[in-house]
């Protein structure tokens, strides 16, 4: 196991304990754990240096999620001058990036877009009408007489 993807695993065992601390000292302590693990990565990334890289996100919603992810990360996503809102530019390691950001963003864009799907059907299924089927198939028109 390399030594990135080490330094990854104990990051995330050391989110885990500071989302599910229970006292402030448990938190600080996971916290500042989290920053050293967090440092160790800047140092490790330096071997594989920062490439600039592009990412076209389908909708506003998967933008927001994916710039979050970026920010938690340290990573300072950005776009151009005329870019699309939802056209996120990153500087980063490409390996790190892609096994942290990417992989956590794939995962929970996932989930995501399961629950609005499901909680649309569910709201218009309940305030609109309870058909939610797909509209008919029609034969195509003979034509004009």
Do not use: N
Request: proline fraction near 5%; charged fraction near 30%.
């Amino acid at each position: 196991m390399a030594i990135e993807d080490e330094l990854r695993e104990r990051l995330s065992k050391v989110e885990a304990l500071f989302f599910g601390a229970t006292t402030a000292g448990e938190r600080e302590a996971a916290g500042a754990a989290a920053e050293r693990l967090k440092a160790k990565l800047a140092e490790a990334s330096r071997l594989d240096p920062p490439v600039e890289m592009k990412f076209t996100m389908p909708d506003q919603w998967s933008a927001r999620l994916f710039i979050a992810l970026c920010r938690r990360y340290g990573f300072r996503p950005f776009r151009y001058a005329r870019q699309r809102s939802t056209t996120i530019m990153v500087k980063a390691p490409r390996r790190l990036f892609d096994a942290v950001v990417w992989r956590q963003f794939s995962d929970v864009h996932t989930d995501l877009w399961t629950h609005f799907e499901k909680t649309t059907e569910r709201l218009i299924r309940e305030a609109i009408h309870t058909d939610t089927a797909d509209a008919e198939l029609a034969p195509e028109p003979i034509g004009l007489r």
